[in-house]
Structures are given as C-alpha cells and as structure tokens.
C-alpha cells in the first residue's frame, strides 16, 4: 500500500503507545483482523493461524498438510520458491538443485507454463495434459509405497517467471490430489491481497468453483511489517489440534501486527487500490502488447 503510508504508521504507533505483549494474552485484534480476513476468503477458510514470515506460514502449512493426510511426500511445481526454512529449500527445487539436491519425498512436476511449457498454446487441452503430469507422479509415487500429502503451489508462479496458470489447472491438480489422500496448499505469499486486480487471491483466477485446502500469506499483508498467517478448514485444524501439541507462536499475532493487518485491509478498500491494480496493469499490458507487434524479440507480455 506503499512506503510509510500514512494510515499504517498511525495504526502501528497508536497500538506501539497502548500494548504490544506475546499471544499467550489474548487481545482483541487478532480476533478482528481474523475476521475481517474471513471476509476476503472462501467460508470454507476459516481457521486462520497468525505467524511472522511467508516461510514460517508455509512450514506451518506442511505440518498441516502432513499431519491431516498422515502423508509425508509432496509435490510442487518446477522453478518453485517457498521459503528459506529448510523444511521450504527442500520443497523449493530453485534452491535445492544448487544446495543438496532433491529430497526421496519431493516431487517435481513441470510449470504449466502454455508459452514455453510442455503443452502449449496450441495444444488441444494443455489444462487436462498438465495436470495429468501431477496423476502421473501420483501413480509413480504409490507403486514406491509412498504417499502424497499435499500439492504446494503459489498461485501465480512467480520465480519460474510469472506464470499465469490455465484456467481449470488447479480445479483438475486438486481432485486427483483429493482421491489420493492429498491436499491442495495455495501459496498466495507474494501474489495475494488483490495485487492480481481482478480478485482479492490469485487462486480465484482460476475460478469461483475452486478453493484450495490451505492458503499461505506474507509479504504484502503487513505492508513490510513482519507479519504471515495460514488459513484452512475446520477439518484439517481439528486433526492438527488432535495431537495435543498446541500452536504457539510468540509474536505471531501479536496487537500491533494485528493492528496493522487491519489497516492494510483498510486502505486497499478505501484507495481501490484492486481497482487500481487492474487499470494500470491493463494499461501496461496494452503499451507492453504494442511493443511487442513491433519487436519480434518479445514472445510473451505477462
């Protein structure tokens, strides 16, 4: 929402002046702001975690995923970046192709990118082919006795090159992750808070029929402030919660990040700074589309 905005230096002094503690005191921001959240997200969404970090939001998300399946392998797409934890390097194959390699749990399927990908543009259905490649490592995977716990991927891969997924990829991924015993983690760490413009989450390019198992935030939704959460259904918290062993995250949630999550909400509302995003990304698109009509060195506008 941009540099020391104004609004959030308030929010965050005000709270600063009144208290800031750990979460083993309960306050009633972290309440608010997850509510407010709610309100952005799928019903279904509606147990939310509040950590520091993108990566501590998507090591949470593994713990999630691996103990509601009871799996222990995961799938993630080519080039992928999830974090800087090692549970994240070795989930992230940009990183660990150039550290200690791929991990016997760690599944790689290729970027359904349709401009440089395996299927492209003119393929007859680069969605169904694609998302047949995630079945596939399924199927290779239960003849070694192993088990998917989840399929992790950002919505909008990002360091693979700002890939914009085909619609239907994800709804297709999703259900033969379900029939394995999977879930569907959706990584919205750097592509969420309505920076696609024309939905609040970059999952919903793909659709109002698809909702993902657990979301990951970070980045922009403390506006540089340390703050992350993890939101997820009932079910997959409940089986979480089962262990006995509770969540607990010092700092995470904490009043002033809390305080500060809500005026973030609230200037993207009272700016339309989705609105925004979209008219100067559709203004760019257009200028960037005119250039490439007269260099036919650039293939692709994204």
């Given at each position: 929402?941009?540099?020391?905005?104004?609004?959030?230096?308030?929010?965050?002094?005000?709270?600063?002046?009144?208290?800031?503690?750990?979460?083993?005191?309960?306050?009633?921001n972290?309440?608010?702001?997850?509510?407010r959240?709610?309100k952005?997200?799928?019903?279904?969404?509606?147990?939310?975690?509040?950590?520091?970090?993108?990566?501590?939001?998507?090591?949470?998300a593994?713990?999630?995923?691996?103990q509601y399946?009871?799996?222990?392998?995961?799938?993630?797409?080519?080039?992928?970046?999830?974090g800087?934890?090692?549970?994240?390097?070795?989930?992230?194959?940009?990183?660990?192709?150039?550290?200690?390699?791929?991990?016997?749990?760690?599944?790689?399927?290729?970027?359904?990118?349709?401009?440089?990908?395996?299927?492209?543009?003119?393929?007859?259905?680069?969605?169904?082919?694609?998302?047949?490649?995630v079945?596939?490592?399924i199927?290779?995977?239960?003849?070694r006795?192993?088990?998917?716990?989840?399929?992790?991927?950002?919505?909008?891969?990002?360091?693979?090159?700002?890939?914009?997924?085909?619609?239907?990829?994800?709804?297709?991924?999703?259900?033969?992750?379900?029939?394995?015993?999977?879930?569907?983690?959706?990584?919205?760490?750097?592509?969420?808070?309505?920076?696609?413009g024309?939905?609040?989450?970059?999952f919903?390019?793909?659709?109002?029929?698809?909702?993902?198992?657990?979301?990951?935030?970070?980045?922009p939704?403390?506006n540089g402030?340390?703050?992350?959460?993890?939101?997820?259904?009932?079910?997959?918290?409940?089986?979480?919660?089962?262990?006995?062993?509770?969540?607990?995250?010092?700092?995470?949630?904490?009043?002033?990040?809390c305080?500060?999550g809500?005026?973030?909400?609230?200037?993207?509302?009272?700016?339309?700074?989705?609105?925004?995003?979209?008219?100067?990304?559709?203004?760019?698109?257009?200028?960037?589309?005119?250039?490439?009509?007269?260099?036919?060195?650039i293939?692709?506008?994204?």
């Amino acid at each position: 929402v941009g540099h020391c905005h104004p609004d959030i230096v308030k929010a965050a002094h005000e709270q600063n002046q009144l208290l800031n503690t750990n979460s083993r005191y309960l306050h009633d921001n972290l309440v608010d702001y997850a509510e407010r959240l709610s309100k952005t997200l799928p019903e279904k969404l509606c147990v939310f975690y509040f950590l520091n970090s993108g990566s501590e939001a998507n090591d949470l998300a593994l713990r999630l995923a691996r103990q509601y399946t009871k799996h222990e392998d995961v799938i993630v797409l080519d080039h992928a970046y999830h974090g800087h934890l090692t549970s994240l390097i070795d989930i992230s194959p940009y990183k660990f192709r150039n550290l200690e390699g791929q991990k016997e749990w760690v599944h790689v399927a290729p970027v359904p990118d349709t401009y440089r990908g395996l299927y492209r543009e003119d393929h007859e259905d680069s969605v169904t082919a694609y998302a047949n490649e995630v079945k596939n490592i399924i199927e290779q995977a239960h003849k070694r006795g192993r088990k998917i716990a989840a399929f992790f991927v950002e919505s909008l891969p990002s360091v693979g090159g700002q890939i914009i997924p085909p619609a239907g990829y994800f709804q297709k991924v999703a259900e033969h992750m379900h029939k394995a015993g999977g879930v569907f983690i959706a990584d919205e760490i750097q592509v969420g808070f309505g920076r696609v413009g024309k939905h609040f989450w970059a999952f919903q390019l793909q659709g109002e029929d698809f909702i993902p198992d657990i979301v990951t935030m970070g980045k922009p939704i403390g506006n540089g402030h340390p703050i992350a959460c993890v939101a997820t259904t009932k079910e997959i918290a409940e089986a979480f919660a089962a262990t006995g062993v509770e969540y607990f995250n010092t700092f995470g949630g904490n009043p002033v990040s809390c305080a500060i999550g809500l005026a973030v909400l609230d200037v993207i509302e009272k700016e339309h700074l989705q609105a925004h995003a979209t008219e100067v990304g559709n203004f760019l698109m257009k200028l960037l589309k005119e250039q490439k009509i007269k260099h036919p060195i650039i293939g692709d506008v994204r």
